[in-house]
């Protein structure tokens, strides 16, 4: 018999005038498997199980005989996930109770019949979002419900009051911000008032109780400073008032509270201690006017009933014996009449798995009855891939799963009717695909079947389940799109809701809200964030709430998704597009410059007016000019002070300079800052004339050069700065004043390049390819009209009307669009400097060399010659553009060059080519795979098959690729890659620029066995969740063992599905072993069962007993179960061996 100590303790009271009337109704108990209540669900005027998995919301229903055993139903799927709260009461008919549960995520109110074995849900109309607590609470024939809703935020506290016409109208009346637990129907005394009962949970707890005339939550009977996380018992004993007991679950102390004979307060608390941690206490009813018991459970998993009285406090009337039961002591369900079934022992998903029926008689309580409870079986699993519906897919609208059933790796040919049946397939191999195809039929089909789905819905449409996370039978359509639906990014992701009903509307929350808002705009996310959303339909109800996690593998002041160098969170807190470039307003400054000069980044009349600052696009130029003197026909140096100009390619001016040092070559020496920092060529340009050194006084014989710029990969400019958590104020501030001090300090690299007419030649080649490649794709405008410099005065003038092009156009032509093979893309680089080299390298083609003479033949006639007839002659560019475009030599110059018309011939048939014959990037397909080991640097790796040879993938910013998340880190994952080859190696590794990729295979999950139980892990996980289980076990009651259903491929939780034949034992016999007289042993031994060559048998060596070894030992069978292991001697002077089993 167990010990209680009895002692006073002092409570805090606020005592208050209460009043009411009306009839009782009945405590739900709590465990952490989920909640027991009773009720009468048929009408036959008996109390009846009722059981409720708190995760799964499942509704188990124990039916009461006319002896008084209990007949328990199949579990059938509620539709309420995560279940928070129930209550049972006549909410629907006088004489019968329904079930009402619900929870946040459900964030409904469902009220269910249960006098069928087929649930008949309806949604109670509830008017807020996110219920959370019900308690049944009437005076009449019909029970209302009391409630309690908002799981984060404000709670709202009020009353569903019974229309009587299966509706509800709801009354909000209080509204407290503490975390609530225990709600439930109490009574001061055996036929009084029914009140309404529950704690507000903090450091420490309270307790309130109310009564509820008309949904009033003023004016509670409260208890303060009670334990954290306490619960709620009460009975009737040796007064006329009710005693309540505060415990904590897993503590040995029960604080006792006795109710004053006026029921307006409570009397001196007391409390117990009890020798072994209570798990929970529930009420046994007194017959007529005897005194209540109670049912104490305990943490070592006995149970027992116990008298108590306020003056002698608990005695321990009977310990139960749970001698035969499966295990230790779970919870009960406590019927009306005092009887109650105690649930025990513990299944995979953590409920009880047997119940024993106790009925009082004249000597006290006596095990009436018992058996197993019946679990979820194949039929209700909870995933698979055929799939019931209590509706025809794809014609009703919202159609519920009513059951799941796993039918190989893939189902097909889904034929629905009395008995229906699907054909499953398993996977072979990669290369062999799918195989070994069966028929299964499905009977009985699940409660409320109307539909069903395979995987294999026609020839042309398949569905897959990607995600195994098991889902909740039963469950409504979400009613709430939210895209993208989560997973991992590496840039702030834009988030949008959708309503799947017309006229619906959005209410969202994320992380550190804590009330749902109404959803307006999609919104920014740049950190680890849950979203939920709901919607409200048209109706008045509410869908369930729909959660979608976002993970971000790059902190916030990493993420640059236009490559800016401004983080995602700093463009978002600006109101900016993050994706929208760098120059948000088009005011030639980009946004970082405008951030770290201060001024505004959408207002283009706003820009800095002091000398622009270091960012990552800028850069230093070194630009010697080296113009072609028509007298001596030779190309000189600048004179000092010429004009040097910096331009992007669609003409913005980006810095200019002037050639004055040193003074007998001069270069000039200047900034430019693009707006961007992903710019590939920038052009320079002298005056159209300037002066010559040999000029006199007034001559202007220098002409125009043209040359490209080939702007050099830009090197970020780390900013000491990391996110805090803070306002997201704060933390933009924090990073701006940062990267003012990264950016002054930051040395911008230098470009050096000399511009002549040979330069000049090679610039207007590369705008004749660029023009062709532009055209191809509908970008630039005509071919004739295309120019990179727009920036020149005259060009729009007629005839000449240039089309221009965005430096993003331009790098565009970098990728193909669609097929490689039918889409040319050219690295810009490459083409310009394989342009400057065919000039360069003249020698090597006698027509390349002719073409550089006309050039400067071109440039010596206008500086001749412009002076004498400034109208006749027009700018050598231009005069080159239409040559080398139109193959077209303007008149006035063709009479003016020295070069026959025989060279000219010889010129002719080398432009096109020169055009079309450039180098484009090359693209290679390649079966590749994830390798077992990678170094650690940050970079994406993937190996060819079969060869091994790592490669780098890259994206087309030059990061590394990103693989998808599925097959991200499964190491033998295969796929197919499409790539442009032409990177310069990483790490003395060849470098990929990814353009497309698909999954090829899968590898096949290896059969690991981390726990050593001869169980595969995935197996375990599969059905369990969970590892390191017993082998020996039978988990469904069907006496196989979880060995034997897994080599027989049964489902190891369904009694219903088990191996033929007899059980199996899995043990090792006798065990013998001989020393030859070479040194070598022979062992024999028997493994005592009927499947042997389902295993693998190994044996190990050691010469301290502590590091074990395997051997090279042949192993025979013997036949009946007996084996024979040929060990070869051991160099050591002594040896332990064992001999071991395992899965192949």
Request: glycine share 10%; charged share 20%; aromatic share 10%.
């Amino acid at each position: 018999m167990k010990n209680v100590n009895w002692n006073f303790l002092r409570w805090i009271l606020l005592a208050l005038s209460l009043s009411g009337g009306g009839q009782g109704a009945e405590f739900v108990h709590e465990s952490p498997s989920g909640f027991t209540t009773a009720g009468d669900v048929n009408g036959d005027g008996r109390s009846d199980a009722v059981l409720v998995d708190r995760v799964s919301g499942v509704v188990t229903v124990g039916i009461q005989q006319a002896d008084g055993s209990l007949i328990f139903r199949p579990p059938v799927a509620s539709g309420i996930p995560e279940v928070s709260s129930m209550a049972m009461g006549r909410f629907q008919s006088a004489d019968q109770d329904t079930l009402a549960l619900t929870a946040p995520l459900a964030n409904r109110v469902e009220v269910i019949s249960l006098q069928a074995e087929d649930l008949l849900p309806f949604q109670a109309q509830y008017p807020l979002a996110e219920p959370q607590f019900l308690a049944a609470f009437g005076e009449g024939a019909f029970d209302d419900i009391a409630f309690a809703g908002g799981s984060m935020g404000t709670k709202s506290l009020g009353l569903m009051a019974n229309l009587q016409n299966g509706k509800f109208t709801p009354t909000v009346s209080s509204v407290t911000s503490a975390t609530l637990s225990g709600w439930n129907p109490v009574t001061f005394s055996r036929t009084g008032t029914v009140r309404l009962a529950y704690f507000e949970q903090a450091v420490s707890a309270i307790l309130r109780v109310h009564t509820l005339p008309a949904g009033d939550y003023s004016d509670p009977l409260s208890v303060s400073d009670l334990r954290a996380d306490s619960r709620l018992a009460y009975g009737q004993f040796d007064s006329a008032q009710s005693d309540f007991f505060i415990y904590v679950p897993g503590h040995e102390k029960v604080d006792v509270l006795s109710v004053a004979a006026n029921e307006k307060s409570f009397l001196p608390g007391q409390t117990a201690v009890f020798d072994a941690p209570v798990t929970q206490m529930l009420r046994l009813k007194g017959e007529a006017e005897e005194a209540d018991q109670m049912l104490i459970l305990s943490a070592d998993g006995s149970a027992g009933i116990y008298d108590f009285s306020r003056a002698g406090g608990f005695i321990l009337e009977k310990a139960l014996d749970l001698t035969g039961d499966p295990g230790a002591a779970q919870t009960a369900v406590v019927l009306a009449d005092g009887s109650f079934a105690l649930l025990t022992g513990r299944g995979a998903d953590g409920g009880p798995v047997a119940y024993r029926l106790y009925r009082r008689g004249p000597e006290g309580y006596f095990a009436h009855s018992g058996g197993t409870l019946p679990r979820l079986g194949q039929g209700s699993a909870m995933w698979g891939n055929v799939f019931f519906f209590n509706g025809v897919p794809f014609l009703e609208e919202n159609p519920r799963l009513v059951g799941q059933w796993s039918v190989g790796d893939w189902s097909s040919a889904m034929i629905f009717g009395a008995t229906p049946r699907a054909d499953g397939e398993s996977f072979v191999s990669s290369t062999l695909g799918l195989g070994s195809r069966f028929t299964r039929q499905f009977n009985p089909k699940p409660m409320g079947a109307m539909g069903a789905l395979a995987n294999q819905y026609r020839d042309d449409i398949s569905l897959a389940r990607l995600d195994r996370t098991p889902r909740v039978l039963g469950e409504v359509s979400s009613g709430v799109g939210i895209s993208p639906s989560g997973g991992v990014f590496s840039e702030a992701v834009l988030v949008s809701l959708t309503a799947a009903q017309p006229g619906a509307s959005l209410h969202v929350r994320r992380t550190g809200s804590v009330d749902f808002e109404p959803y307006g705009a999609p919104f920014y996310l740049f950190r680890e964030t849950t979203v939920e959303a709901y919607a409200k339909l048209t109706t008045g109800e509410r869908t369930p709430v729909t959660r979608v996690v976002f993970h971000f593998n790059q902190p916030p002041e990493k993420q640059d998704a236009d490559g800016d160098g401004v983080p995602d969170f700093v463009e978002v807190a600006r109101n900016l597009d993050p994706t929208g470039g760098a120059d948000s307003d088009g005011d030639g400054y980009s946004d970082l410059e405008e951030l770290l000069a201060g001024t505004l980044l959408n207002d283009p009349e706003s820009f800095p007016n002091e000398e622009r600052a270091n960012t990552a696009a800028k850069l230093n130029l070194a630009i010697q000019p080296l113009p072609w003197d028509g007298g001596s026909n030779h190309e000189v140096y600048a004179s000092v002070g010429l004009a040097v100009e910096c331009h992007e390619v669609d003409g913005a001016l980006l810095g200019a300079g002037t050639a004055d040092k040193p003074l007998d070559q001069p270069v000039a020496v200047f900034s430019a800052q693009p707006a961007e920092a992903q710019q590939r060529l920038l052009v320079v340009s002298t005056p159209l004339h300037y002066s010559l050194r040999s000029d006199g006084e007034g001559e202007r014989r220098g002409r125009e050069l043209i040359g490209l710029i080939e702007v050099p990969p830009a090197v970020p400019i780390e900013v000491a700065y990391q996110y805090q958590d803070g306002t997201l104020g704060t933390e933009v501030q924090s990073w701006i004043t940062a990267a003012q001090a990264a950016y002054r300090s930051a040395s911008p690299p230098l470009v050096i390049k000399a511009v002549g007419v040979d330069e000049t030649l090679a610039f207007l080649l590369m705008e004749a390819r660029l023009a062709d490649l532009l055209q191809f794709r509908g970008l630039g405008g005509s071919t004739t009209g295309f120019s990179l410099t727009p920036f020149r005065e005259h060009e729009y003038r007629d005839p000449f009307f240039p089309s221009t092009v965005s430096s993003a156009e331009l790098r565009s032509l970098e990728r193909a669009v669609g097929d490689p093979q039918f889409s040319t893309a050219v690295r810009l680089h490459d083409l310009l400097r394989h342009y400057e080299t065919v000039v360069r390298n003249d020698a090597m083609d006698p027509a390349v060399e002719l073409l550089k003479r006309l050039a400067r033949e071109v440039y010596r006639v206008s500086s001749q010659h412009h002076d004498e007839e400034p109208g006749l002659l027009k700018p050598p560019l231009d005069v080159l553009r239409q040559f080398v475009r139109f193959i077209n030599l303007d008149q006035e110059y063709a009479n003016r060059v020295n070069l026959t018309e025989a060279e000219l011939q010889q010129i002719y048939p080398i432009l096109y080519p020169l055009r079309f014959d450039s180098p484009v990037r090359s693209h290679v397909t390649l079966t590749l795979q994830i390798p077992e080991e990678t170094p650690l640097d940050g970079l994406t790796y993937a190996a060819s098959v079969p060869e091994g040879e790592l490669y780098v993938l890259m994206d087309a910013r030059g990061r590394p690729f990103e693989l998808p998340g599925h097959f991200r880190v499964t190491p033998g994952s295969q796929f197919s890659i499409t790539a442009y080859d032409d990177l310069p190696s990483v790490g003395g590794k060849s470098a990929l620029e990814v353009l497309s990729l698909s999954l090829t295979t899968l590898p096949l999950p290896s059969s690991t066995d981390a726990d050593g139980n001869l169980l595969p892990d995935e197996w375990e996980l599969l059905f369990f969740g969970r590892m390191g289980l017993n082998a020996s076990l039978s988990m469904d009651g069907s006496g196989y063992s979880l060995l034997q259903e897994f080599l027989a491929g049964t489902d190891p939780t369904d009694a219903q599905s088990s191996p033929t034949g007899e059980i199996a034992t899995f043990r090792f016999g006798p065990v013998s072993q001989e020393r030859q007289p070479d040194g070598s042993f022979v062992i024999e031994f028997a493994w005592t069962n009927t499947l042997s060559g389902a295993f693998e048998f190994v044996v190990q060596s050691s010469a301290d007993l502590v590091h074990f070894s395997p051997c090279d030992a042949e192993i025979q069978s013997l036949g009946e179960n007996r084996y024979r292991a040929m060990v070869p001697a051991s160099a050591d002077p002594r040896a332990y061996y064992r001999v071991g089993v395992r899965l192949p």
